[in-house]
């Protein structure tokens, strides 16, 4: 028997574990809590810790799991820019879900934009209310717009194949462009300056931190939409509302947002909003936010556990290689995913 510590659990990330986990010998000790270095003591008794995008697995944290006698991390994220990974080389095993359901988090992409631009939020409210007024509520067409998307991976290319069904035009930038692909890629600026809608598939590095930030939004087309699906600090959201307020951006679609870690998920209605900053960008009737929602479909959920299972079993058994794992041996970790055929040490 597997003991796993469960943190950040959600109602609806229950039964997709229970039903290939505990069947398969993992016993899951479901915590609300989110895991730091206070919340790291739950962990006592466990050989694995299981965590979400807002975890945060610093060097303390991995130091105190290591203390506790955990060997591994399992991500149910494909992103880890949450975990010190280089730290926890020869310490504790990491494994994430390179892919769960690309399709979910490019589809969330395509029902934001279209919800800004056609003003659906809006419409739904009216017409709530008996109020059947079109004031306000004029929209553009996609078809013939330009849209430049940032990082050609997984579900970077599922959105370009959406945005094309519209007749919509793509360039593209990705420091690794896909071979073959048919993209027309572009450096960023080019993209800024061309685009009517940019959207943001690429993960969260220390080059790309804000990327977003006032210069480039300053090289955008005026009334330019932003989209970000990715990871919150790919954007300064400061930047962000001053181009806002300035009438330069046209309309920002949220499903992140860099400071998310103490209010996305959970149920803040009763309470006042610390963060004045989100406060604002929600009061912009051209701002949409959801919160870290684009993984959300059952299908992502399901291979969310499925492979998040695999992962933690594959690491137990004896010999082999940890499935998925997130390796420091060779200095990259995108690289040493490549080159390990055995668990990373
Ligand atoms: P992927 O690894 O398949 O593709 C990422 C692409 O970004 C790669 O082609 C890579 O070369 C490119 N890239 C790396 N650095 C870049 C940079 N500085 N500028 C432009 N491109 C760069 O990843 P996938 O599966 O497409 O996921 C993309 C991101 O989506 C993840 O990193 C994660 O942050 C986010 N995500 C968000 C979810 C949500 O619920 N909102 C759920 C799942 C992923």
Do not use: W
Request: hydrophobic share 40%; aromatic share 8%.
């Amino acid at each position: 028997m597997i003991h796993v510590a469960f943190y950040d659990a959600k109602p609806y990330d229950k039964p997709s574990f229970e039903r290939y986990g505990e069947v398969r010998g993992l016993r899951f000790k479901y915590l609300e809590t989110k895991l730091n270095e206070d919340t790291a003591e739950l962990a006592k008794g466990c050989e694995a810790v299981c965590v979400f995008v807002n975890d945060t697995v610093n060097a303390a944290v991995i130091d105190r799991l290591q203390a506790l006698g955990v060997r591994l991390i399992a991500l149910r994220s494909a992103g880890y820019n949450n975990v010190d990974v280089k730290h926890a080389y020869k310490k504790i095993h990491v494994v994430h879900v390179p892919a769960y359901s690309p399709y979910a988090v490019a589809e969330h992409t395509m029902a934001l934009l279209l919800t800004s631009v056609r003003r659906i939020h809006k419409a739904y409210n009216r017409t709530r209310e008996f109020n059947f007024s079109l004031s306000g509520l004029t929209g553009f067409d996609f078809h013939g717009k330009t849209v430049g998307v940032i990082g050609t991976g997984k579900i970077g290319r599922i959105f370009i194949n959406i945005c094309r069904g519209f007749g919509m035009k793509v360039v593209a930038y990705d420091p690794f462009p896909a071979p073959d692909s048919g993209i027309e890629y572009v450096t960023p600026d080019e993209l800024y300056a061309r685009s009517d809608v940019i959207s943001l598939h690429c993960p969260l590095t220390e080059d790309s931190r804000h990327m977003i930030d006032e210069k480039a939004i300053s090289k955008m087309k005026k009334g330019a939409v932003i989209v970000n699906t990715s990871r919150g600090a790919l954007i300064d959201a400061e930047a962000l509302l001053k181009g806002i307020k300035e009438r330069k951006i046209g309309a920002a679609c949220l499903d992140v947002y860099e400071e998310e870690a103490d209010v996305f998920f959970e149920d803040r209605s009763g309470h006042i909003l610390d963060d004045d900053l989100l406060s604002r960008l929600i009061s912009m009737p051209n701002v949409i936010v959801t919160s870290h929602q684009a993984f959300l479909t059952e299908e992502a959920l399901s291979n969310i556990a499925e492979t998040t299972v695999n992962n933690i079993l594959s690491c137990f058994e004896n010999g082999g290689a940890c499935d998925n794992e997130l390796c420091y041996r060779c200095g990259n970790i995108e690289r040493c995913k490549k080159e390990r055929k055995e668990k990373c040490f």
